[in-house]
């Protein structure tokens, strides 16, 4: 074992970890090393454990992270690298001066090495070719994992195209880890009528492991003005222009064809932004079915949570008196909205 020295990593990079870890780096009980199977066959727990080859080369990302958790000791300090796309393609300086190579070999780079690892079959192939090594990763994935392999995030920063983190072990690792759904299509638990818990599909928008990184979104940064979550750097390059104009939601028909969701109604919304809604608006959300088309849509309001909360509390009580009728309005004008009036989602 070793103590981290100023000599081995970037004088910046110590300088963050010193500023935000709870652990003293001159302390006996700090293993440092780039070994991953020196650190995994060791016997001895840690206080610290500092690694930092990049997370990309490694195989068994969860496994390894589990490991890592098992080696420390109650809110223990994990600190540990990875290697963003972006920081990737800033890395490759001579390609991206070629205008229209360099998109069509980063696209080809973000499929090889980004979604082969999840398709079902060619993830076989991709890791008997890489052995897993250099695989393209996005900060909330990563994030996400470690999250859910019982740690709790302090801070993360970039340094010469690196993203350092640092994590602190919060719980045990639960066996078998649950797993995120990679496709393009999920489903997402959300409250129903009665205060039932549905799956609402929809469209991918964000990064795998985005879900375990909800509550640490809304502690650091809170709501935006639109009602998400502030500063969210889980969303995917393409998942802004998916939410801007619905089409992320259009697989919600499947739900309306269940019989879960109407076309319009409430947004179908998560436990937790359900928690935070005034007591009031809750007792009259779940007595209805939630819809594809909001109410703030419909009164082509602003999209703040303000606005939507009162569009939502107007349109249920409306409801309440005349519940056809008010659908039907609410229907046509917001296809009006949308189509003539170009109203666009946040």
């Known amino acids: 074992m070793s103590n981290i020295s100023i000599e081995t990593i970037n004088k910046e990079v110590y300088k963050f970890i010193k500023k935000n870890s709870p652990i003293e780096l001159d302390i006996s009980n700090v293993y440092y090393s780039k070994n991953i199977n020196e650190l995994i066959k060791s016997d001895i727990t840690y206080n610290s454990i500092n690694f930092f080859s990049r997370v990309n080369d490694i195989r068994y990302i969860n496994k390894f992270f589990t490991s890592i958790n098992e080696k420390l000791n109650e809110n223990g300090i994990f600190v540990g690298c990875m290697e963003t796309f972006q920081a990737r393609k800033q890395r490759k300086k001579m390609i991206n001066k070629i205008p229209f190579f360099r998109s069509i070999y980063f696209f080809s780079e973000f499929i090889c090495l980004r979604v082969f690892p999840k398709v079902w079959g060619l993830k076989k192939i991709y890791f008997f070719v890489t052995r897993g090594r250099n695989r393209v990763l996005s900060k909330a994935e990563v994030l996400g994992r470690l999250i859910s392999c019982g740690f709790e995030i302090i801070e993360f920063e970039n340094f010469d195209g690196l993203l350092y983190f640092i994590v602190k072990k919060v719980k ?53 003005e639109s009602g998400k979550p502030a500063n969210d750097f889980r969303l995917t390059p393409w998942g802004k222009f998916f939410r801007r104009y619905w089409i992320d939601e259009l697989p919600q028909l499947l739900n309306v064809l269940k019989g879960e969701l109407k076309l319009v109604g409430v947004r179908p919304i998560s436990q937790r932004y359900f928690n935070d809604i005034p007591f009031e608006i809750q007792q009259l959300r779940i007595k209805h079915k939630p819809g594809c088309i909001p109410p703030y849509v419909a009164y082509n309001v602003a999209s703040s949570v303000e606005s939507v909360l009162k569009a939502e509390k107007e349109y249920l009580i409306a409801k309440e008196k005349n519940p056809y009728f008010t659908d039907i309005i609410c229907f046509i004008k917001a296809i009006w909205n949308i189509l003539v009036l170009r109203k666009r989602s946040a």
Request: proline residues 11%; aromatic residues 16%; glycine residues 10%.
């Open 172 to 224: 045990e690792p639960v066996k078998p880890i649950v797993k995120p759904s990679y496709g393009p299509l999920y489903k997402m638990p959300r409250i129903g009528k009665n205060g039932k818990i549905i799956g609402v599909y929809k469209f991918r928008t964000m990064h795998p492991y985005a879900e375990f990184l909800h509550d640490y979104i809304l502690k650091k940064h809170g709501y935006s």
